[in-house]
């Protein structure tokens, strides 16, 4: 990271606390922003660093001097507000921004996001925190070692009779399938390639998710791997990924960990992960951190999101694409 880089931190709540572990054990100086007291008191207790209270916008009124341009900026404020705050700064003249997943609110949000980083030519990257965790980087490794993926499967059932009554700002359950599930997609799709061919189906909904709490389908990726997928949002499930290549099955269920059965073995194997950060810190996120001060091409850049928008449509809505 550039000597004259400088930090700041939108947000004070949960996921802001997890950044600013990294951030201090990093021994790395930035300024956290926040709009409520409440959320800052706990922050300050817990990290021993104040909060500027008043939001980004008071912030950068009372900062006319500062070239923006020299931030880097991690964006963890409420879901229903991630657009709004992260075109906000794009305007300002920020250029280095990392927002939570899946970087707004909806699709059109997260479009309207792109739209505007291109215009000010601004570098936007989505903070997709499993893309790191050390299961993720050791299966990448054995999959190329391997000879390459041909297919692979995964499962992002959500427990719905959790959610419901899940306490978030308007329209955020609505979207739940982008602001929750994809963290599982975007993982899949990441390792075994992004869909080529995708036939998807899709029933059921709740007045909570009206769109669907039952998917299943099937797909070719860019890789030219088979995959399969399903989520039952009203029944018993959990969150997995599993990839297959001509020598083994790799399974991440939990994701964090990660497991193999060898080619003509029904024995499930563990596999010694060094997962050290993962469990000091929140998993991922201390490489995901190192990535975006350091080496952001590593990160899931809005471009990437924006073409997956049509997929994640797709399995939503249960059309088909063949593209």
Known sequence: MNKETKILLLGAGPMAIEYAKILKHQNINFITIGNTRNGALKFEEEINTKVVLGGIENWIKNNTLINLSLYKVIV???ENILGTIAKLLI???FKNILVEKPGGLDFEDIQSVNNLAIENKANIYIAY?????SSTLTVRDLIELDGGVTSFNFEFTEWGHIIKD????EGVLGQWFIQNSSHVIDLAFYIGGNPYVLKSFVKGGQSWHPNGTIFSGAGISDKNALFSYNANWESAGRWW?????????YIMKPMEQLFVQRRGSIKIEQIELE???????????YKQVEAFLNSPTKLMKIEEQIKMLPFYKTMIEGDIINI
Do not use: Q
């Open 76 to 78: 963890t404020v409420n």
């Open 91 to 93: 305007s300002s003249g």
């Open 129 to 133: 925190n499993r893309r790191f965790f």
């Open 166 to 169: 899940l306490v978030k700002n």
């Open 241 to 249: 990924v599993e990839f297959l290549t001509t020598e083994n099955r």
């Open 275 to 285: 997962d050290e950060l993962d469990k000091r810190f929140k998993p991922g996120l």
